[in-house]
Structures are given as structure tokens and as C-alpha cells.
């Protein structure tokens, strides 16, 4: 997006963009409230690809950073989603930018950041070349990450044997899993394309309908009803809440579950599942213990740079997760664009037609085919006859 021009006076002009401000350090809770045109202020190290899918569908005129949009850890992919989107993006623009009041009308000119003619911060104005400069550097870096890794899994093994290996701790729900199959979906990668792809597999197999917080509504928004919803509560609608689905709170491994606190004050029965992991995988190990013959994941973590994406602690339980579910798991990522249609509606008219050309060809070279021809032929006779006659008549 180019930023508009204004002379300031006589002798001196600047590029810049006006917006109203809307902040937050959590970029999703901001996401809920965006409107477009709006400018949003954030502190989000290492912007990933759902946190930039989710900014890009609310339309923001730019998106300020407090932190490094890339900060060489690992080559995240939201930074070239924003810019590529048209969306101006400064960032490293330190902890002052965040003190700005939500409402409050912003300009930016150039890389710097002015509220009341006063300047805020200077940042860095990311365009695609610093992008692919800093993507490059970051993954120079992979090999440490990969290290990290390997020092969390074993940590978080020991943290959750027992869960993984014998599922202590699963909650006894109510939705009967054992024997179904079920459909897990996360709010994540292609979920849109994905969920579209599944309906005739969703018709025809009545899959257990699981959304991870955010893809219950998901699930909603594709016209179906989840059987139940997972998840720490902080990014599902009250409509999905009160949908019906079973309702388990994902709680820190000591007990705490702040989702619950909500749960409860909509009147929603609910029960609490305590693991160290992510949302999606105690999903999948809750099917999976549960007695599923299969489980399909639309809009999970697949990828390293994927389980880079969620932080090192979500490395480990989303790669052991994995593991123990083994066979069981199909993930649909990719499966839009697998399944991706070749053939234009243009080409499929002209094959019809052809296909009818053919067919009246092998009836007119038959007695049979001749005959009928006839009959079809003397009927439209009649029909233009009496449409003649209709015609005179109220002339």
C-alpha cells in the first residue's frame, strides 16, 4: 500500500498514512475488534502465518510492531503475508508505541509514528526485500532450533508420560468417541479450503465433530454443529458455546483454567482437562484415548516451521502427540489443493454438448433413432404451429 502524499506547507512534504489506533499485545484478541482502515498496534515477536491471515482479513490500513516482526529465530512466514497484502508494516518499534490509546488517531510518515504532531517511535518499514534478507539469515539459525527442540521433547516426555503412554488424566466426556470417526479442527493453515474439500466425506461418514477453540466456529460457519469444543476458551465465540458441543477446558498442568471462569458464567456445563500441551493435541490425544478409528486434522500444525510457529513449548507436545496417535491421524492440509479443479465450467459445457452431438449422430445413422427423430420433429411442428396461432389471436 503506497502512503499518501500531503504538503505540510509551502517548502516541505511527507509521505504518511492516518488511522485510528486499535491496540493490544495479543494480536488475536485484536483481530476481534479491527475494522478496516483501522491501524494496529501489536507486540508480536516473530508475526506468524495465522496471526498475519487473521490481520490481512480485517483490512488494516498498517500494522505497527513493538517487536521484531522477524527476529531471526526461525523463518516465519507473516511478515511477507502482510506486505504482500498491501499492508504497511513497521516494526521493532519498541515498548512507547504500546502506550498509545486505543481510538486515538495516528499518522505515520515514513517509518515514524505521530500522535498529536509528536513523535512516538521510529521503526523499521519492512518492504519484501528486508523481508527476504531477514528470511534468509533466519534460516541459517534452523540448526539451533532444532537443538531446542530436541531438549524440550524429552522435557515435556517427562512431564506428560503418563498421559501419553497410558492417557491418565483423560476426562470421562459424554460424546461417544469409540469406534467413529472424528474431525478435528483448528483454526489454522487453509482450515476454509480444507473444511470445503471434506463435505462429501462429512455427508457421507457423520465424523465426531471436534473444534479447538476458534474452530468450533469454524465448524458453524460451515453450516455444522461440533459434537464437542476443546480449548483454553480465549478465542470461541459465545454463540459456540452455547451450540450444544460438550465443552472441556484446557487447564495448566497445576489446575488453573482461566477459560473456565467464562464457561461458567455463561451457564455452560463443562469439564477440565489439566495438560501441558497445546489445545489441538490434547484434542487429538482425547480422541485417540477415547477409542476413534480415525482421526482427520484440518487446520493443525504439520510442518517445522509450523511447530516453530506455536514457540518451542508447542514443538514438543504437537511432534510426541503425533507419535502416539501414529496411524490414526490423516491430516487434511493440502487436500484443497490437491483436489484443486482442472477443468473450467467452459470446458465441462463443451464436453456435454459434444458428448449430445455424438449421441444424436448414433441415432440418426439407426431406423430407430430416424423414427424419433420424426416424432420430436413433427411435435416441434405442432408446438411452433400453436404458438403462431397464439400469436395472431392477440394481434
Known amino acids: 500500500m503506497k502512503l499518501k502524499r500531503t504538503v505540510r506547507d509551502e517548502n516541505e512534504s511527507s509521505e504518511y498514512l492516518r488511522g485510528i489506533a486499535k491496540v493490544d499485545r495479543r494480536t488475536k484478541d485484536l483481530t476481534k475488534r479491527l475494522d478496516a482502515g483501522d491501524i494496529a498496534v501489536i507486540n508480536h515477536t516473530d508475526i506468524d502465518r495465522v496471526a498475519a491471515d487473521a490481520l490481512v482479513g480485517q483490512q488494516p490500513s498498517a500494522v505497527l510492531n513493538s517487536a521484531k516482526s522477524i527476529s531471526g529465530r526461525y523463518p516465519n512466514l507473516g511478515p511477507g503475508i502482510l506486505v504482500e ?6 516494526d521493532d518499534l519498541g515498548p512507547d508505541v504500546m502506550g498509545i490509546k486505543e481510538g486515538k488517531r495516528i499518522e505515520i510518515r515514513d517509518n515514524a509514528v505521530f500522535v498529536d504532531d509528536v513523535l512516538v517511535a521510529e521503526g523499521v518499514l519492512q518492504t519484501q526485500e528486508t523481508i527476504d534478507v531477514a528470511l534468509d539469515e533466519a534460516r541459517e539459525g534452523l540448526s539451533v532450533q532444532l537443538e531446542s527442540f530436541a531438549a524440550n521433547t524429552m522435557d515435556y516426555l517427562r512431564k506428560e508420560r503418563e498421559l501419553l503412554l497410558d492417557g491418565v ?12 470417526q472424528v474431525l478435528i479442527v483448528v ?3 487453509h482450515y476454509k479450503e480444507d473444511l470445503q474439500t471434506l463435505r462429501p466425506y462429512i455427508k457421507e461418514y457423520r465424523p465426531i465433530l471436534i473444534g479447538v477453540d476458534g474452530g468450533a466456529d469454524a465448524i458453524i460457519e460451515a453450516g455444522w454443529k461440533p459434537d464437542l469444543i476443546v480449548g483454553d476458551m480465549d478465542s470461541v465465540s459465545d454463540k459456540a458455546l452455547r451450540s450444544g458441543a460438550e465443552i472441556v477446558v484446557h487447564a495448566y498442568r497445576n489446575g488453573k483454567a482461566p477459560g473456565s471462569e467464562r464457561v461458567a458464567a455463561l451457564g455452560v456445563e463443562h469439564l477440565v482437562f489439566p495438560a501441558t500441551g ?3 493435541d490434547i484434542a487429538m490425544l482425547l480422541a485417540d484415548d477415547l477409542g476413534a478409528e480415525l482421526i482427520v ?5 504439520a510442518t517445522l516451521v509450523e ?3 506455536k514457540g518451542r513449548a508447542g514443538m514438543a507436545s504437537t511432534f510426541l502427540t503425533r507419535l502416539r496417535v501414529g496411524g490414526k491421524l490423516v491430516d487434511a492440509k493440502g487436500v484443497s489443493r490437491l483436489y484443486r479443479q482442472r477443468i473450467s465450467n467452459g470446458q465441462l459445457i463443451l464436453l456435454a454438448v459434444a458428448g449430445l452431438i455424438a449421441v444424436a449422430a448414433a441415432l440418426a445413422s439407426t431406423t430407430v433413432g430416424q423414427t424419433l427423430f420424426g416424432i420430436v420433429g413433427a411435435r416441434f ?5 400453436w404458438i403462431g396461432s397464439l400469436a395472431w389471436w392477440n394481434n
Open 169 to 180: 488424566g483423560v476426562p470421562p466426556i459424554k460424546t461417544k468417541i469409540e469406534g467413529r
Open 278 to 280: 497445546t489445545s489441538e
Open 297 to 301: 486434522a484440518v487446520g493443525t500444525h
Open 307 to 309: 511447530f516453530l510457529d
Open 381 to 385: 411442428d405442432d408446438l411452433w404451429s
Open 85 to 90: 497484502a498491501g499492508i504497511t508494516l513497521i
Open 187 to 189: 483454526r489454522g493453515y
